[in-house]
């Protein structure tokens, strides 16, 4: 069936250094692409989102590339901080549908 | 800024009794959520409402019945608890086509 999934389980990177954590999903009508953060003890937060028209899109010290070819998403952290150690969800929004479907989320971990 | 409440952050119940978790959300978000989180499993969506008195079935809806007669509030509950359903309970809210904003969630333990 289809599925949203993540390359990696967890990541573990140098305060400063840039985070990429990964996505791939395998339905090919999902038109509408977020990615969450969740602390310990907190639900998820939105951090950004892109639509299937878009590529790129860029926010506060993160960036959301789609490949829509290879039906991959990926996030992108610069300068990561301790306060960024969370886990990852990717979701994805089958076309036409009000759910979503979400990955099972990478930790990462920054180490000082 | 959006905000989704749940009416505990936790809940310790025992086999067979009744439970409801309640949530509330302020902005007016015509579409509701209910999902539980297991480790290793993600976010496995329960229930979701996408207008007042209606719901839809999620991925796994047994066990569980909603309940929305109220725009900002949905409930979920648990018939007769079991032990398998020993979860975290997220709430979220949404708007039709947009991101969906959470709750902190509910930690329900069933002895």
């Known amino acids: 069936g289809e599925s949203v999934g993540l390359h990696l389980p967890t990541l573990s990177v140098q305060e400063g250094d840039n985070s990429i954590i990964n996505c791939a999903y395998s339905?090919?009508?999902?038109?509408?692409f977020i990615w969450y953060k969740q602390e310990s003890g907190k639900g998820p937060q939105f951090i950004i989102d892109?639509?299937?028209?878009?590529d790129k899109r860029q926010g506060q010290r993160v960036t959301v590339l789609l490949n829509k070819t290879v039906k991959h998403l990926s996030l992108q952290i610069a300068a990561t901080q301790p306060g960024d150690s969370a886990v990852y969800f990717c979701a994805e929004r089958p076309y036409n549908n009000n759910d979503m479907r979400f990955g099972a989320g990478t930790r990462l971990t920054v180490k000082p | 800024d959006v905000k989704v409440t749940q009416s505990s952050r936790y809940l310790v119940k025992r086999t067979g009794e009744k439970v409801f978790l309640e949530c509330v959300q302020d902005m007016d978000h015509e579409n509701m959520f209910w999902y539980r989180q297991d480790p290793g499993l993600g976010l496995r969506l329960i229930y979701f409402s996408y207008d007042v008195k209606m719901k839809e079935k999620g991925d796994i809806p047994e066990g569980y019945s909603v309940s929305r007669e109220k725009k900002e509030r949905f409930s979920l509950i648990l018939e007769s608890a079991s032990t398998n359903q020993t979860s975290m309970y997220l709430c979220?809210?949404?708007?039709?086509?947009?991101?969906?904003?959470f709750g902190p969630g509910t930690r329900l333990t069933v002895t």
């Open positions: 339905n090919s009508a999902s038109d509408y």
């Open positions: 979220a809210s949404s708007n039709p086509g947009y991101e969906q904003y």
């Open positions: 892109i639509r299937s028209n878009m």
